[in-house]
């Protein structure tokens, strides 16, 4: 690299199957440029999202051919699936990678923790995305809820498209035609787009999520919030995710959902827990009560799935009823899932840079809580539990 003590920022062409979205874009290069950062971009690192080399440069990148070049020049990497989220693809980056770099990416690290070890022992210090804290503060650079955005829209249009029925009421010469009914499970950012999008798009909409807290949420989308009387206790993380329950508590639940999924033409599953495999809310039983007709669309089908039906990736009829597993939701829109993702990055950089370098302070909660690696050691508690290590010295 030509210069270590100015900031160069690399971005990789991704590597993951049909992985479509690119970790900056043109116009947030030029904010970097604007922080007297340097971005340089391997050649074709935008095709997929619709952003020319060309669009780039003319932000003032620098574009490179060659994947090494941009290991080489950048001390910071910046990618959407790094090495615990794409651990196939992903294992030439490895050799790659120097001591001191940096890198910033979706990670997987508490599924992938064995590759963070990796990460670690080349020097390299990882900051996962997906552990970015949902405190306040750190809003602006939460990816996870930005891509979980995206996904609840994407999922409304896919079950609309897979629907034998039109979503909205409509009063036609050849008579009234119903609306649709839609059952969201799960009122996260991905419920609560996907309630937003199937309302706008004149369907009914109820929701249902262990938390009692989110009723008013979806009710201000327009929603009917499902009351189920369980005593759900404490159902929500300190992070604001859903906790997972006990098995008793999944199966009771189940048996008081069943009469509302019976009657809805569209149910959309977006329930997970990060770092589980996520929870059967959906069983065979259920399945079997719907009309033939209706469609299931399983958001959560990368972690297992939230229907006891579901195949990650896959589209199957059973009785009638069309469930749909898809898999990487956000890259299916992949210019706005990149402008996306690209701004939380750079929120992420610039709370990171202090003085033209890049600091790590372990005071700060969101570094602190961000950062898997440091200086050649996994410092996260839990991934350190995870592989063994105990508490840090």
């Excluded at 001390?75 to 980056?93: F, H, P």
């Excluded at 909660?365 to 105990?390: C, F, M, N, S």
Aim: net charge negative; aromatic share 6%.
């Amino acid at each position: 690299m030509e210069n270590e003590n100015k900031i160069v920022v690399g971005v990789p062409k991704e590597t993951f199957p049909n992985e479509q979205r690119v970790a900056v874009v043109p116009d947030i290069v030029q904010m970097y440029e604007k922080s007297g950062i340097q971005v340089v971009v391997e050649s074709g690192a935008g095709d997929d999202a619709g952003i020319t080399d060309g669009q780039f440069r003319d932000k003032g990148a620098t574009i490179v051919s060659e994947r090494k070049d941009v290991f080489e020049k950048a001390n910071v990497i910046l990618q959407v699936r790094g090495l615990g989220a794409n651990t196939k693809e992903g294992k030439s980056d490895l050799e790659l990678f120097r001591r001191g770099q940096t890198l910033i990416s979706f990670f997987e690290p508490l599924t992938s923790y064995q590759e963070v070890r990796e990460i670690a022992d080349k020097g390299v210090n990882l900051l996962a995305i997906e552990l970015v804290p949902r405190i306040t503060r750190a809003q602006s650079m939460d990816a996870l809820s930005s891509m979980a955005t995206i996904a609840g829209y994407k999922a409304v249009l896919l079950s609309a498209s897979a629907l034998p029925k039109m979503f909205p009421m409509m009063m036609t010469a050849a008579g009234t035609i119903a609306a649709a009914r839609v059952f969201v499970l799960g009122a996260g950012v991905a419920g609560l787009q996907a309630i937003a999008s199937a309302k706008r798009m004149g369907a009914i909409v109820k929701a249902y999520d262990i938390r009692p807290a989110v009723k008013e949420q979806v009710e201000s989308l327009g929603g009917k919030f499902v009351e189920i009387e369980l005593d759900a206790g404490e159902s929500e993380t300190s992070g604001g995710y859903a906790k997972e329950m006990d098995e008793e508590f999944y199966r009771k639940q189940r048996e008081m959902m069943m009469k509302v999924v019976a009657e809805s033409d569209v149910v959309i599953t977006t329930a997970a827990v990060p770092g589980r495999k996520a929870p059967i809310l959906v069983t065979k039983e259920m399945v079997d009560g719907m009309q033939p007709g209706s469609v299931i669309v399983d958001i959560a089908a990368e972690r297992g799935g939230n229907c006891e039906l579901t195949k990650e990736g896959e589209r199957i009829v059973t009785n009638g009823v069309t469930i749909l597993g898809p898999v990487n939701l956000p890259a299916s829109v992949p210019f706005h899932a990149s402008q996306m993702y690209a701004k939380n990055l750079l929120t992420l950089m610039k709370h990171l840079v202090k003085d033209g370098s890049l600091v790590f302070d372990m005071e700060d909660e969101i570094t602190r809580g961000t950062l898997a690696t440091k200086d050649g050691e996994v410092v996260y508690p839990q991934i350190r539990e995870l592989l063994g290590l105990g508490g840090k010295s």
